[in-house]
């Protein structure tokens, strides 16, 4: 589909619009190619590429501040809450289940996702942004005030509705303000305040143990993240009135429609049974993964086996489902996405990236080290965050050379070959007296690699898709990314749940053996040295069985990332420069394009940066 298909500059396209809104079936979702016809592009797709052509360069400025602004109080965030739910889990007794809230975020997250940029493209970025932040201010109330674990858990749902569907919006935005030179270094924007939230995070985090509890720790977020999110609401709004002063403005697709209308369109155009679907059948095959092991019976427990099962069927389901052109005639997993292979390389590279990382570096390695390594928890989170910097350096470091080079691929390879060495380093430097120095080294290497990665491979899937299906790639890509961590997350809690029980009940002396379960559920009481000294029996033991089963979790890992580098060269070495650069209206850049109209050629107007 050309970019400008389905902006209505008069009455008559207004007219054609309304009359296609009532939604069948059974009409072929000619959506999803590029020469489908104008009625074919969903109204949030309409509104963002008229919104685009009122676009002002101040206007433009103030959004990326904004949007700037709200990454600086979620990367902050991000940094303290990790170094919260460590305290809250073990405030319930239950720091083993650590990887199931885990589990519970991938899950959410992967979901997330595709109804979040659906929402986008069919209400409008505006509508979508306002239902993330909603989500995730509920998401911090809940966290603060959970009583248990069951409720904490449960209030990742929001928490993790909120900030992914923040991020998947953040990377449209970017998609629909920028050119394919430039949208890498944008997307890169959202990631530079970890360079200093990396580091304030864990003293943060500290200070607000000391002075009061776990439970500030959320609370504050649900204050700051709504003020925060203003200035990006007044500029879009804004932005909307001036698109519909100039003419550029898109009716309602509901306008003059019955409630039943309404209802059957929204059923259809965010696929919510294939969501329904997806979800489910995600849920049911991870959580047993975390869960078994600390259920009645393990696995031999019913309801264990019975999750399985469904989740199975329902997995089998879920592809029959979405390339049903009568039952998900808008799939938000579009078939046809799945011919570029490309596409295909860059979601399976972001699957097995993500869930190397949730066996490595997350959710246990900080664990890892106040127990074993005698790192106070501010030192632990220090190295683990050094992925973070590390990471976000060269993701702008690299977005600065796809700018200037016009080509992704090769750092893509780079990128590989750097994360699974790194992978390979912390297997081997996994020993008990291993230094700081080697310990922080490892970091960066694993860090430079996911940041070459992961910057290139999405904008290699973005440039793979149309105008129309930038929104469904990006978010199938993040979706999978998010489904790998979650796997991760699942793998690394049955490894940790099965074998460190089991190796504490066999290396810990007679005397101690009664306190297993105390010392597995709580990380201050396994971590404290005073009550199990160094040297003392109890010591030797409990780090013998961490440091065993933490050697399972990287080799698994080291297992994981082995097959990204093969994948690289799958991918199309795509000259950015030279390609339909798949936006319209005022967008940040320096290229030109023509493009059909109305019988003539017209140019684009880029402003250069």
Known sequence: MRPDDGVPHNETDRGNFDKDVDYNPEQSSSDTDDSSSDHSTQAGVKRIEAVSKAWTKTSLIIAYVALLLIANVTSLEIQVTGVMARYATSAFVLHSLLSTIYVVQGVVSAVIKPPMGKIADVFGRLEAFSISIAAYTIGYCMQAGSGNVQTFAGAQIFWAAGFNGLQVLQQIFVADTTDLLNRALFSTLFDVPFLWTTWAGPEVANSILTTATWRWGYAIWAIILPVCFIPLAISLFMNQRRAKKLGFDVPSPFRGRSAFQVAK????????????????????????????????????????????????????????????????????????????????????????????????VFPYFSSYLQIVQHKSQVTADYITRTFTFSSTVSSIVVSLIIKYTAHYKYYVTFGAAIYLMGMGLMLAYRTEDASVGTLVGTQIAVGIGGGFLNVPVQLGVQASASHQQVAAATTVWLTLLEVGGAVGSAVSGAIWSTYIPAKLQLYLPAENLADYATIYGDLTVSSDYILYPPGSPARIAINRAYQETMRYLLIGALCCAAPILPLTFFLKNYKLDEMDQKVVGNVIGKAERKERASGQHQRWKFWKR
């Open 265 to 360: 369109n929204i059923w259809f155009d965010l696929d919510t049974f294939g969501l329904l679907l997806f979800a489910a059948a995600v849920a049911l095959i991870l959580l047993p993964l975390t869960l078994a092991p600390n259920a009645s019976g393990g696995w031999s427990n019913g309801s264990m086996i019975a999750m399985l099962v469904v989740g199975g069927v329902l997995l089998l389901a879920f592809p029959l489902w979405e390339t049903s052109k009568k039952l998900a005639p808008k799939a938000f997993f579009p078939p046809n996405l799945f011919k570029e292979r490309t596409i295909i390389a860059g979601v399976l590279i972001a699957f097995l990236y993500f869930m190397a990382f949730y066996m490595s």
